[in-house]
């Protein structure tokens, strides 16, 4: 059985500073509801638009197409990865910045890695993964 | 009928049969039990009429106050076990000191602002009261923090019970002590944003809380706070607002 | 006696499963196009589509998008709750929330018949 440990407050209740908020937990609820749209838009492009793989290929080398992929890419990684980092901090012990650090990481060479995907059909072949 | 009544005691599960007439409670067999089969069991009782929360248990696997679960509905077969999340003293009796320093911590009575020299009543049909009407009810029973996952995963988690009585105390304009009750409830692990909104504690909340409500009501006023700023609310509207109620 | 959950909590790992499962196809997703794009890669996306139009296919990708439906009706209930509605209601807005998405997969399933069924 957990017990409750006693508790003190983790912040200081100094009168002059703002009472503290959870940005990942507000960026997690907009970067949602932004997904919604971008995935929308991403199903349609890539399904329902004229599904023929060749006609898909050259479509994705127009800017908008590509942005709404980019930002797809984006946001997915960003909601994922802070999702993970939620289930994770639950279980760890005090504020694991090393965990921060390693999410970002992961994201930033997620969100290259998948750029480096969509740069593939401009240049029929992509520019890092040889 | 004949109700079996399975007690986790202690020493380890007990099995006892009551007899039990229609519009019995759970807290009538637990009686009948220590009455006439075995005085050693142990449990807490007080008013009897769900106003004082001393007897919550689980009840079937849910959490409830005995006084106020009728046997019938239950079926034949009754399991009984102490709250979860809190230390077991004996039985069915639980050590609430848990549950109660959660509530201290937010200090939990009204602190009036300075300016406030007199008693100020917040009438019954006025805003502010119906504001903070929804969730005064509350008898401490302690039913909400056992049924709440989120402290089983979360330990420091202050619960359902003392934020809603933190939403309470805020949402009162008479309270002084806003912003370090907002401090306090704001915590990364121990305030509001680690509610997974599953909301089992209004399910189980013998008073019809809805602490959920409370909680998204505290997010939403740190945010405001952030990025607007405090409402401002100055001592002549205040006093306006009161007379203008009472 | 194992407590008894109630629907909310259900959702929640309903919630934190799916969105564990999306994490990974996103992953999955990418690793497949780098290997499709890969100079010893097919560079034949017509060869790949062949594949990937066969009904056991078909049957993942409407499996990904039940999952992701669990994930963005769930989402969106747990948005309507923030702002304190639907909270008393919660088990009715579970219930409705997985309603339309069976629903909607069930319009898929109709769309996609043609694919199914050879």
């Known amino acids: 059985m957990a017990t409750p440990s006693p508790v003190k407050p983790e912040v200081s209740t100094a009168r002059s500073s703002t009472p503290p908020v959870s940005w990942a937990w507000i960026l997690q609820r907009f970067s949602g509801l932004l997904l919604l749209v971008f995935l929308a838009g991403h199903l349609w492009v890539e399904h329902f638009m004229n599904a023929r793989v060749d006609v898909i290929a050259s479509r994705l080398t127009h800017g908008i197409y590509d942005t709404l992929d980019i930002g797809l890419l984006i946001v997915v990684v960003y909601h994922g990865l802070n999702g993970l980092r939620g289930i994770l901090k639950e279980t760890l012990e005090g504020r694991a910045v090393w965990l921060d650090y390693t999410l970002s990481c992961l994201g930033i060479v997620t969100v290259v890695w998948g750029v480096d995907i969509l740069w593939a059909f401009w240049y029929h072949r992509p520019f890092l993964i040889f | 009928m004949t109700v079996t009544v399975r007690i986790a005691r202690t020493s380890g599960e007990q099995v006892f049969a009551v007899e039990s007439l229609a519009q ?206 405090p409402k401002k609310r100055p001592i002549p509207k205040l006093q306006r607002i009161l007379q203008e109620e009472i | 006696m194992p407590h008894k959950h109630t629907r909310g909590y259900k959702a929640f790992w309903a919630h934190r499963v799916s969105g564990l499962l999306i994490l990974g196809y996103l992953y999955l997703h990418l690793c497949l196009l780098s290997a499709v794009l ?31 439906l669990v994930h963005v009706l769930n989402g969106l209930r747990l948005i309507v709750a923030d702002f304190g509605w639907m ?17 909607m997969v069930l319009i898929a399933v109709l769309t996609l018949m043609p694919h199914l069924v050879g």
């Open chain 2, 24 to 229: 019995q409670t759970v807290l009538d067999a637990l009686f009948y039990i220590q009455n006439e089969l075995d005085p050693t069991v142990s449990f807490r009782c007080s008013c009897r009429v769900g106003m004082c929360g001393s007897c919550g248990m689980v009840i079937n696997g849910k959490e409830g106050l005995a006084c106020r679960t009728s046997l019938k509905p239950l079926g034949g077969d009754v399991t009984l076990q102490p709250l979860r999340h809190v230390p077991v003293i004996k039985d069915l009796v639980v050590d609430m000191e848990g549950f109660f320093s959660k509530y201290r911590m937010i200090e939990p009575y009204l602190q009036p602002r300075s300016e406030i020299v007199a008693p100020i009543v917040a009438p019954l049909d006025s805003h502010i009261r119906q504001e903070i009407d929804l969730g005064l009810e509350c008898i401490s029973c302690g039913l909400c923090l056992s049924a709440c996952d989120v402290v089983g995963m979360v330990p420091e988690f202050l619960g359902p019970a003392a934020l809603n009585r933190a939403y309470n105390l805020i949402a009162d304009v008479r309270d002084d002590k806003t912003e370090e009750r907002l401090r306090v409830v704001g915590q990364s692990r121990a305030g509001v944003w680690q509610c997974h909104t599953h909301m089992s504690c209004v399910e189980v909340c013998p008073k019809n809380i809805a602490p959920t409500r409370a909680i998204a009501h505290l997010k939403r006023t740190l945010i405001r706070r952030r990025v607007v700023g």
């Open chain 3, 87 to 103: 909270i008393r209601e919660n088990r009715f807005a579970i219930w409705l929330s997985m309603a339309v998405g069976a629903i």
């Open chain 3, 38 to 68: 890969l100079p010893s890669g097919s560079h034949d996306f017509n060869a790949v589509a062949k594949v990937v139009e066969q009904p056991i296919f078909i049957v993942a990708d409407l499996v990904l998008f039940a999952i992701i």
